[in-house]
Antibody, heavy 114, light 113 residues
Framework: QIQLVQSGPEVKKPGESVKISCKAS????????MQWLKQAQGKSLKWMGW????????TYAADFTGRFVFSLETSASTAYLQITNLKNEDMATYFC???????WGQGTLVTVSS | DIVMTQSPSSLAVSAGETVTINCKSS????????????LAWYQQKPGQSPKLLIY???TRESGVPDRFIGSGSGTDFTLTISSVQAEDLANYYC?????????FGAGTKLELK
């Protein structure tokens, strides 16, 4: 069955970086793009963008340019989200979701605290 | 960006009731090529990832009970849950994927009366 398994919770200080993984299984990784979404505590979902898992081409929403990077390790069927120079407002749960949104990772909580 | 306005923000219901959640988009979500509305509904329970219920405004995702019904077209959409069950208590979100960036409504919290 199709599964997306994300890496565990992270606690970081402002200014640090974090890299979240999303490992896919149960399907051919390169046949469906991977989306990334942010959900702050008690808030709705924000679409961050997506990565074409076949070509590596990335598309970022306007609010997620500059410090946010999507990448792939195709041989490991894994997508990554890296956030650099973390700010307090980056504190949230981050989800990966396969193109079409029928399959989601379990979410990764990123806590930013000095 | 397309703005999605969801109402109500919360709803208290008793088991067995029928509930309606509304979602209005700031522009039409109807695609003339496929003649479809690019709107989805999700259910999210605390501590879980969102679950896709409805896509293309009215198509139920595989495995979703038929008490969940999506309707509407253009800019006005509705999720109806008939005969609400305790397991339906959750947050519900609408999403447009007609245009990039995808955008979501603020959510509707379904609570027990």
């Amino acid at each position: 069955q199709i599964q997306l398994v994300q890496s565990g919770p992270e606690v970081k200080k402002p200014g640090e970086s974090v890299k979240i993984s999303c490992k896919a299984s149960g399907y051919t990784f390169t046949q469906a793009g991977m989306q990334w979404l942010k959900q702050a505590q008690g808030k709705s979902l924000k679409w961050m963008g997506w990565i074409n898992t076949n070509t590596g081409k990335t598309t970022y929403a306007a609010d997620f340019t500059g410090r946010f990077v999507f990448s792939l390790e195709t041989s490991a069927s894994t997508a990554y989200l890296q956030i650099t120079n973390l700010k307090n407002e980056d504190m949230a749960t981050y989800f990966c979701a396969r193109w079409g949104f029928a399959y989601w990772g379990q979410g990764t909580l990123v806590t930013v605290s000095s | 960006d397309i703005v999605m306005t969801q109402s109500p923000s919360s709803l208290a219901v008793s088991a067995g009731e029928t509930v309606t959640i509304n979602c209005k988009s700031s522009q039409s979500l109807f695609g003339s090529v496929r003649q479809k509305n690019y709107l989805a509904w999700y259910q999210q329970k605390p501590g879980q990832s969102p679950k896709l219920l409805i896509y293309l405004a009215s198509t139920r995702e595989s495995g979703v009970p038929d008490r969940f019904i999506g309707s509407g077209s253009g800019t006005d959409f509705t999720l109806t849950i008939s005969s609400v069950q305790a397991e339906d208590l959750a947050n519900y979100y609408c999403q447009q994927y007609y245009d990039t960036p995808d955008t979501f409504g603020a959510g509707t919290k379904l609570e027990l009366k």
